[in-house]
Structure formats: C-alpha cells, structure tokens
C-alpha cells in the first residue's frame, strides 16, 4: 500500500469514526452519571430523519442540525423521564426508544417526501461542506508532511473538528470542574452526592440532555455531512458500536476517542477490499470486511480486551431515604 492509498484510507477513517466518537462521549456522559443509555442509536436515528428533512426543506443545514439536536433531545426527555423520574429499567427504555425511532424516522420520512422513507438528495448549502484549513494549499506540495496535512487533517466539515475538540473539552468538564466531579459521584455513589444537598435527579438529567445534544450531532452529521440525506437505518448499529467502544475506552474521553478511529478504521477497510488484498496477500470477500466492526462489537463485549469496571450505580434508578 503507497503513501496516497494510506492516505486516503485514514481521510475515510476520520468521516466515519466521527458519528462514533460523538455518539461515544454521549454514552460516556450518560453512563458516567449512573444511566445506562442503549437507546444511543435511535436517538442518532431521529436526529439524522430530523436534521436530512429540515435540511431539505429551508436549504440550510444549520437549520437541519439545530432540528437533529430538537430530536435527539426529545428521545433523551422521554429516556429521562421513564429512567429517572419513574425509575424503570434503563436498558428497556432504551431498546424502546431504539424501536420507536427506527419505525417513526421512516413513517414520517415517507408521509413528507414519498420518496419510500428517504429524504431527497442534499446539495449546497443543505450539506455541510469541507472546509480547508489554513495553509494547505500551500503545504500540498511538501514531502510527507503536505499530503497528510492537506488530505487527512484538511478537508473534513465543520462538524468533524467539532467532534474531535469536544473531546479535550469532555476530559475537562469531568476531571477538572465542580460539575464534572459531582456527575462522576452520582454514578459512583449517588446517596453520597444527596447528603452533601446536590440533586441526583438534576444531575443525571443533565447528563441525559447532553447525551441528547451529542447524539443529536451525530445524526446530523451523518444526514447533512457524511451522507447526501437520510436513509432508512442509515444509522446501521453505529450506536451499538459506541457502547462498545465506551467500553474498550473504560469510560474515559481519550482513549474513547482512540477506541472509535479504530472502529472507523475496520468500516474504512470495508470500504477498500483491494487495499485490504494488497496487504495480506489474500482475497477476503466483502461481506467479511462488513463485519468486521461488528466483530470488534462482540469481542469488546465478550471481555477480550481486558476487563472494563463501569460506574459502580451504572443502570440503578436512585431511591431517595427518607
């Protein structure tokens, strides 16, 4: 494999580990303040319908992502209110909200575009366009250093960076602020965090609502940046591979950010099978290298990779002692 190919592979690595790393640091909001989110992936889902219809309907794909965030915050509320304030069991919730999501984006999709559940075709300023940094034009030309600055770091939408800095972001907002703090305590000990006169129900809303924003992001991106629309499904598991990467991350924000390039990685090959042939000398079928991401899935989950210890009050609705 020459230098252009692995270029271009790594390029394709970022775009789609970039709906995984938000959807990832959603869960890791969540997860760290005690609420097991599985309904990551309708929550995505419903942003994606939601930002690729708005898009088509004003032209702006501004309008499209604050419409995907709208979405994605509902879901959260409804994950919230079932998980929190009437304490049901969290993973149920969410397979729910997974199943609503995945019937009512095509419903709706179908009953404004007749178009068997797709929105139409985004173009323009409905999309979020690439955007070239500083100097890489200029750059293009020096060995090595030009090509990887101006093909893999250069190039990508708005939405891309915005992932990749919310990450520094997110290790500050945990480890380094009073908030961060207290929703680590309420997913560790949340009796704790009531007795020094916090809010649990406060706290682990908030970090639902995040949750929502995160992967109201993630949809959008995928509807108005990575694809030309929404499609049915379009999500394909990306959420459940989040929750996988979440846990090969042992809920920490870098190394979540390093679990998802590696799954984006996997969904690159995929998309390269002559690339794929080059290196191992061998024809692998492409519905191999389909799987391959969800094989990584199942082998994080199955503890391959070492244990992983969640929030000690991860997935346990909080019973306030009278």
């Given at each position: 494999?020459?230098?252009?190919?692995?270029?271009?592979?790594?390029?394709t690595?970022?775009?789609?580990?970039?709906?995984?790393?938000?959807?990832?640091?959603?869960?890791?909001?969540?997860?760290?303040?005690?609420i097991?989110?599985i309904?990551l992936e309708?929550?995505?889902?419903?942003a994606a319908m939601?930002?690729g219809?708005v898009?088509?309907l004003t032209?702006?794909?501004w309008?499209?992502?604050l419409?995907g965030?709208?979405?994605?915050?509902?879901f959260?509320?409804?994950?919230g209110i079932?998980?929190?304030?009437?304490?049901?069991?969290q993973l149920?919730?969410g397979v729910a909200?997974?199943f609503l999501?995945?019937?009512?984006?095509v419903?709706i999709?179908?009953?404004?575009?007749?178009?068997?559940?797709?929105?139409?075709?985004l173009?323009?300023?409905?999309?979020?366009?690439?955007?070239?940094?500083?100097?890489?034009e200029?750059?293009?030309?020096v060995p090595?250093?030009?090509?990887?600055?101006?093909e893999v770091?250069?190039?990508?939408?708005?939405?891309?960076?915005?992932?990749?800095?919310i990450?520094?972001l997110?290790?500050?907002v945990l480890f380094?602020?009073r908030?961060?703090?207290?929703?680590?305590?309420?997913?560790?000990n949340?009796?704790?965090?009531?007795t020094?006169?916090?809010?649990?129900?406060?706290?682990?809303f908030a970090?639902?609502?995040?949750?929502?924003?995160l992967?109201?992001?993630?949809?959008a991106?995928?509807?108005?940046a990575l694809?030309?629309?929404f499609g049915?499904?379009m999500?394909?598991?990306?959420?459940?591979i989040?929750?996988?990467?979440l846990?090969?991350a042992?809920?920490?924000?870098?190394a979540a950010m390093?679990a998802?390039?590696?799954?984006?990685?996997?969904?690159?090959?995929?998309?390269?099978?002559?690339?794929?042939?080059a290196?191992?000398?061998v024809?692998?079928?492409?519905?191999?290298l389909?799987a391959l991401?969800?094989?990584l899935?199942?082998?994080?989950?199955?503890?391959f990779v070492?244990?992983?210890?969640?929030p000690?009050a991860?997935g346990?609705p909080?019973v306030?002692?009278?």
């Amino acid at each position: 494999m020459d230098y252009a190919t692995l270029l271009q592979v790594l390029d394709t690595t970022i775009r789609l580990a970039t709906p995984l790393l938000l959807a990832c640091l959603a869960g890791l909001y969540s997860e760290r303040a005690g609420i097991f989110d599985i309904g990551l992936e309708g929550k995505m889902l419903a942003a994606a319908m939601s930002a690729g219809a708005v898009a088509a309907l004003t032209g702006s794909a501004w309008a499209g992502l604050l419409a995907g965030i709208g979405a994605s915050l509902l879901f959260a509320a409804l994950h919230g209110i079932a998980a929190i304030t009437f304490r049901g069991n969290q993973l149920i919730s969410g397979v729910a909200l997974n199943f609503l999501a995945s019937g009512l984006t095509v419903l709706i999709a179908q009953a404004l575009f007749r178009q068997g559940g797709r929105t139409p075709p985004l173009s323009g300023n409905a999309r979020f366009n690439p955007v070239t940094l500083p100097g890489a034009e200029a750059l293009r030309e020096v060995p090595l250093i030009g090509p990887l600055y101006y093909e893999v770091i250069s190039g990508h939408s708005v939405l891309v960076y915005m992932a990749f800095l919310i990450v520094p972001l997110t290790w500050w907002v945990l480890f380094r602020t009073r908030f961060g703090l207290r929703l680590r305590a309420v997913g560790e000990n949340p009796a704790a965090v009531d007795t020094a006169g916090v809010s649990v129900v406060g706290l682990r809303f908030a970090a639902v609502a995040i949750t929502g924003v995160l992967c109201g992001v993630a949809g959008a991106y995928m509807a108005t940046a990575l694809q030309a629309g929404f499609g049915r499904e379009m999500t394909a598991g990306r959420g459940y591979i989040a929750l996988a990467a979440l846990i090969f991350a042992k809920w920490r924000p870098v190394a979540a950010m390093w679990a998802c390039l590696l799954f984006g990685f996997f969904q690159a090959l995929a998309l390269r099978p002559d690339v794929v042939q080059a290196v191992v000398q061998v024809r692998v079928p492409v519905p191999v290298l389909d799987a391959l991401p969800y094989i990584l899935t199942v082998l994080v989950l199955a503890g391959f990779v070492g244990k992983a210890i969640p929030p000690r009050a991860g997935g346990q609705p909080y019973v306030k002692e009278r």
